[in-house]
């Protein structure tokens, strides 16, 4: 049975390969009818193939383990090529965009439409397909590169789709009416594309940039580590000081611990070592650090937001922090 890291790249380079095709199609019937829908479509299409590049540079690249040069893994390197892949598509959307205002005001005609319609339906099938693999893939790894080329690839079969259904309205059109003004749908749906690009571009430049401003993880996975902290009780008497973040699918978590002051080390390891194989069984790739304090009966603000004693047991001395 294939690795996880072998599924990844595996995923990654059907992606490159399936939109290395779409390109090419989508430019050569684009050009024989004139479309600059379709056009747009490859341009989006040629995108997509710069993100499958990255996503599957990134794939490989993230999985090196940390080294002298990078202790914390390269992890980051996934934010990095999305970020890469929304400043490309947000250039393609505007270039699509001032091409099918030039388009609306010249109303070039149209040749051969139901060629078009082919190209489009051919597109989305393929895409829906290839996007299926990436998420499936994508979410099982945790992998923000391959979850980003499958929301490219998704938005492409709906955008696809909205092509396919102004030109199907154009060749019927020709087929009842002996000169049907209708070509301006062309240029319209070029610019529906555009807008499915830009909100794509928008959602991919704010996770890469969460994960590159070390934003923490999210409050459902910050809430079931508190439980877990919480489920050591007694021997836990508090915690505090909870900091996670994320780069790629490497998660990073660390927390203070309260424990008995007379609790030997022994003891108090086996703690931490408990609370690590529990957290890294639920997340995988998490880098865990616990630091045990003595509970010596003078807390904290912080401290007492996190303790875990019994009301009529905690401490009665509270120490403001200045």
């Known amino acids: 049975m294939k690795s996880l890291q072998q599924r990844k790249e595996r995923v990654a380079m059907l992606s490159v390969a399936s939109n290395f095709l779409l390109v090419i199609l989508k430019l050569i019937v684009g050009a024989l009818i004139g479309s600059v829908a379709i056009i747009s479509e490859a341009i989006h299409s040629g995108m997509d193939l710069l993100a499958a590049i990255i996503a599957l540079f990134s ?11 990078h202790p914390f893994g390269h992890g980051k390197v996934e934010s990095i090529s999305g970020l890469v892949e929304a400043v490309l598509i947000f250039i393609a959307a505007f270039w699509i965009i001032f091409e099918a205002l030039k388009k609306f005001s010249s109303a070039q005609v149209l040749e051969s439409p139901g060629w078009g319609v082919v190209v489009m339906l051919f597109s989305a099938g393929m895409n829906y397909f290839v996007s299926s693999k990436l998420f499936h893939v994508g979410k099982e790894a945790d992998s923000i590169a391959l979850q980003a080329d499958a929301w490219h690839l998704r938005t492409d079969v709906y955008t696809s789709a909205g092509v396919m259904v102004s030109l199907a309205v154009i060749w019927f059109s020709h087929m009842v009416f002996i000169h049907p003004n209708i070509h301006w749908l062309d240029p319209i749906a070029a610019m ?20 590159l401003m070390d934003v923490k993880l999210p409050a459902d996975e910050e809430e079931w580590i508190r439980n877990i902290i919480s489920g050591q009780r007694p021997d836990v008497h508090g915690f505090h000081r909870l900091r996670t973040r994320k780069a790629g699918n490497f998660r990073f978590i660390e927390f203070h611990v309260k424990v008995n002051p007379q609790m030997s080390v022994l003891s108090s390891h086996g703690i931490t070592r408990e609370l690590k194989k ?20 003078e807390c904290t603000e912080e401290c007492v937001a996190g303790c875990l004693l019994a009301k009529e047991k905690r401490p009665i001395r509270i120490k403001y922090s200045r």
């Open 192 to 211: 529906f594309i555009a807008v499915f690009i830009l909100k794509a571009a928008y959602n991919l430049t704010s996770k890469a940039l969460a994960d």
């Open 278 to 297: 529990i957290i890294m069984n639920k997340l995988p790739h998490s880098t865990v650090t616990i630091h045990i304090e003595p509970c010596e009966g």
């Open 59 to 69: 794939v490989k690249k993230s999985n090196i383990p940390a080294d002298d040069d």
